[in-house]
């Protein structure tokens, strides 16, 4: 079964890479907090990234001194090399921190874990492929194999707390308090 689930995966990613963009890849991101719903499209993600200059909604959720930090942050490369890549998105641990994010961002009405997690290995492996061994928030998005894209924001809002924490923990313990207390 396992082994069936992943030849379909694979299938899958090199279906949707192999065909034309236009028809697989996103073009809207819904975001949704609780039963309120907003859109952006990418195309205004991708003016702004080119441009700085941001349009409808995402100009009213921007504040001018975050503006450079996104526009980083939306293109920021990162080395992603395919093969390793690949073996991590259909490994054991690559499955549980999917899983986790595919409660955060799926395909639009289909908030359902396989198909999200499909979607997400999808369109990692795609992006990849498209910047030779790297990938950015924004080439990720553009390669996503659904036209509108889903994000919880509640849940992302949640995930990003949890980590905040886990953060302020280790820094805690990294900075040795015990040692302080000795001297």
Request: aromatic share 8%; net charge positive.
């Amino acid at each position: 079964m396992k082994s069936k689930h992943l030849i379909l995966s694979i299938a899958l990613s090199i279906i949707l890479i192999c065909l034309p963009n236009s028809s697989y890849s996103a073009e809207k991101i819904n975001l949704y907090i609780n039963i309120f719903s907003r859109s952006i499209t990418l195309k205004e993600l991708e003016d702004f990234s080119d441009s700085g200059v941001s349009e409808g909604f995402l100009k009213k959720i921007l504040r001018k001194q975050n503006q450079g930090l996104i526009k980083e942050f939306l293109t920021k490369e990162y080395k992603a090399p395919i093969e390793l890549t690949s073996r991590l998105l259909y490994s054991e641990i690559g499955s549980v921190v999917l899983k986790k994010i595919s409660k955060i961002i799926y395909p639009d009405r289909i908030p359902k874990e396989s198909i999200s997690v499909l979607a997400l290995k999808t369109a990692t492996i795609k992006a990849i492929a498209e910047k030779n061994d790297s990938i950015s928030i924004l080439t990720f998005l553009k390669a996503y194999p659904s036209k509108v894209i889903a994000i919880n924001v509640m849940e992302l809002s949640r995930v990003i707390n949890k980590v905040e924490s886990m953060n302020e923990l280790v820094k805690f313990f990294s900075d040795s308090p015990l040692e302080k207390l000795k001297n």
